[in-house]
């Protein structure tokens, strides 16, 4: 709302310039990205926007003393780590070539490097404003975006005013957002209906849904759209018993993923692959493993289980995820497996998962992997690659594969053609074959609204910013 | 009276010592990575590492007390990882809106829980006692977050009458108060219950009678002025309860107190928040049995300080 990046997403996920004037020449090898600046584009604070501020604003992302969770995307960046390190004070991979004109250079090629210009970390800020407000320009943000920061009342809500000097011409259409927060789905779903509010930002509560859904006075005012993600049950490959591959495909087997859908309310669509539809690389010929516990139970007795065994998997305390996992637990006792569910919170999760092992089995259902980015590099590096594959780290099945290491990076040095995902889709398959995973469901995001709030489905829901404020209007 | 202010206070150091030190001890051993939490899900394993050493979480155990300890002591509760300021001040934002909900609660479990005690220990035996005793039954087991989306969708939603949750006006803090005050008064009126009816069997109370004082004069000056010590004493217990454990009662009512800030940082393993907030907590507790001694003495010239 506040602030812009280079590039952005269009109303697909097709990347666009935004405070870029086109999209950026990239040199043959995809190592070198050149990207020339919308010229005359202002900060809140009437200052023209340079390409000091952008080389400044990745570099912040970069420094340590910054923590930003984002740094990871950047480090590619040539002698990023130098810098990190403390070996330089500046990052030379970044060129300032003229005030309009920066240079980024890669240590090694990298087609998503657009994507990660995209990204919230990558978003442009005024040197000057953050020098001076030090640890406090978070509670004070000023950007170029669509939005001018108002007030912050802490716990309670935050208020944006609209930016007139936006450089999109017509954007944004809203005179003033005022988002609430620490208010309970139940409470905001009631301020809805009773029309002091226009959008319900969190996810409706199940037993709304289901009669929201079916009532014709919501029709115009409930949005749907897929988000793109997928629900997952992790087996860890390391740990007894999943350390086959026939356990792992039976699991795949057993579970009857259209029951546990219909928990939430019916909110998604089954899954039998890794990447999700929206995802470019999603396999389309690719039909997975079908629901036959008889099967499963006989592939279970081959590879060495005919009477089970007894397990564990963990699964986050907040509703309905429990529940969710008490289904799948009584399909996998249909061929033998007694499952003990230990709900646990978010951060014990995430940190049982990255340590090694310690749990054969996670629901990742409210962990689930959201994108950063529309690519199938996103579902691989950052949570099935053997760099993940270390403590405190996100690939949970704890399974590592060089061949497929060699693979991706080929990928990722392939620009985006049918070749580079034709490589995704041989990595997916193969992780399919070993069946790391249990892919159960992909998302889907239900926004609730008033009439008077007008949008397409996805400025209410877009697959990466999720609400594009900028392109809402509200009618008298 | 000075001498035991001063006693007590400095009884408080330990107190806070040993209450911060177990808080330390249980977050320190949570099998959760605050680091982790910080950057979030999709940041990378060397982000996550080069966080963990820029907050000081890869220093040793008592490294990292001491550090807390050291900057406690010159009232700095560090910097919240969530918030992204410094302790403080989001205590010090949150508080007087706890403070305001836990003085109306009160208020609410007094107006109602006293008299209803009062009437149940005078008729005692009679359908009013049993009424007002099974009123106070179900009070104290209903579940507040139940109770307060029951208040909302009657009051606010339906009826209109006050606003949908939030905090800012006296409107905004009725449904609150109330709904704390209903589960609480249900206590006060089992306590003044029976702490009546233990005074009234009382020989100076049937001396009083006996002198042909009118039975309401008996009530006010002899009963309720003896009766009214445990009183104040669940006064006492009940405001570190406010500040703490009306969790679910904020969450449903989006009020902004201490509680809520507090349950938030434990679920996302903000280590400075949830220490300050517990330590804050506890000099409420310290100071709140202070002041309720200091009331015992007003009123009952029996008990000295000293």
Redesign the interface.
Known sequence: MVFDGLLFYDETTDLVPRLAAAMPEVSLDATVYTFRLRPGVTFHNGREVTADDVAYSITRVLDPETKSPGSGFYTGIAAAQDFIDGQADAVSGITVLDPTTIQFTLESADVTFGNKMALNFAFIVPKEEVERQGENFGHNPLGTGPFRFKEWVPGRQLTFERNPDHFVEGLPRLDRVVIQVGVEPEVALLRLERGEIDLMGDPIPGAEFARIKTDLAWENRLTSAPQVSTIYITMNTQMPSFDNVQVRQAFNMAIDKNRIIQLPGGRGTVANQILPPLTPGYDQSYQGYQYTPERAKQLLAEAGFPNGFTTTTECIAVDPQPKLCESFQQDLSKIGVTVEVKTLAASTVIADGGTAGKVPLIWSGGLGWIQDYPDPDDFYTPILSCGAAVPGGWNWPWYCNQDLEAKAQEAIATPLTQRRLAIYQEIFRTLMDQAVWVPVYNGQYDIAHSAKVVGGVTDFAHPEPTIRYEYLAKQP | MVAYLLRRMLFAVPVLFGISLITFVLIYF????PA????????????????R???GLDQPFYVQYGRFVERAVQGDLG?SYQ???PVID?IL??FPFTLQLTLAGIFVELLIGVPAGLLAAVRRSTWLDGTSMVAAMIGVSSPPFWLG?LM??FF??RL?LFP????GTWKHLVLPAVTAGLGGAGWYARMTRSSVLEVLSADYVRTARAKGLAGSTVLRRHVLRNAINPIVTMVGMDIPWFVGGVVLIE????W?GLG??MVDAI???DVPLILGTVTFTAVLVVVSSIIIDLAHALLDPRIRLG
């Open positions: 949570l099998p959760a990575d982790r939490m910080y950057a979030g899900p999709n940041a990378s394993v060397e982000a996550v590492n080069r966080i050493t820029q907050l910097y918030l992204q300021m989001a934002a949150r989306l909302l969708y606010a939603f209109g949908l949750g939030g905090a969450t449903v009512f989006a902004p809520r800030m679920l996302t393993d």
